[in-house]
């Protein structure tokens, strides 16, 4: 597959900004208000850099796509990709699919999917783990990361948006947003050798892992893994 570059396809980061901000307008209610907080979290930075590694043509799953947010902006500014986002809550996806809808935004597809217990219907080229590994005990995010591997074909790539336990007072940032939106979750956060080690247990080889710079007090790291067998 050929790689394409972000910045051919329309003013990368400015493009990126006003297309997520237009997917965030699709929500209403607790949505709407979620979706415009979660829209300025994480860093353009690393969207610019997913858009411009994903292959020509890939078919890609986000995993834990929440509300769809990102996985429908991604899909509007890269229509040569398939997109399947993946959410435990029905509602979310009900939201998700909506939001696609009213955008006319096709080339994205959303379903229900219990990431405890993950099972993968089909092949892809691409994952996507966008603040999904530390929302669960590191057993089951390692499992996750096990079954992502398995669906993947050769040649294909995790890529991790994740957050780091250090410095300490990122750290409870975060958390303390955590707790606020998902009581009830059952949180593993990791150091990013940690976190990187997790990756190549899980069969990936070749990963890269580094700190994504922010204003915002929170400790963003991206990791990104090739299967190669």
């Not at 096709?106 to 405890?116: M, Q, S, W």
């Not at 997790?198 to 580094?210: E, K, M, P, T, W």
């Amino acid at each position: 597959m050929k790689t394409i570059r972000f910045d051919e396809i329309e003013s990368g980061r400015r493009a990126w900004s006003r297309t997520k901000a237009e997917v965030a307008r699709q929500y209403k209610g607790s949505y709407g208000a979620y979706a415009q907080i979660r829209r300025h979290l994480i860093p353009d930075a690393f969207f610019d850099s997913v858009l411009g590694i994903l292959p020509m043509g890939a078919r890609v799953c986000d995993v834990g796509c929440g509300v769809g947010l990102f996985t429908i902006a991604m899909a509007r500014l890269r229509a040569d990709l398939r997109f399947t986002g993946l959410e435990l809550n029905e509602l979310r996806v009900d939201a998700a699919t909506m939001a696609a809808k009213k955008l006319g935004v096709t080339n994205v597809d959303f379903a229900a999917a219990d990431l405890r217990q993950p099972r993968f219907d089909g092949s892809f080229d691409a994952v996507l783990a966008i603040d999904v590994l530390h929302h669960l005990p590191p057993a089951a995010s390692a499992g996750l990361l096990k079954a992502t591997h398995a669906a993947l074909s050769k040649g294909g790539m995790i890529i991790v948006k994740e957050i780091d336990i250090r410095p300490l007072w990122r750290w409870w940032v975060t958390y303390a947003l955590d707790l606020a939106m998902a009581p009830d979750d059952s949180y593993g956060y990791l150091s990013l050798a940690a976190r990187r080690r997790q990756i190549l247990d899980a069969g990936f080889s070749r990963v890269l892992g580094y700190k994504l710079p922010t204003i915002l007090p929170y400790p963003h790291i991206a990791l990104v893994g090739e299967k190669r067998e």
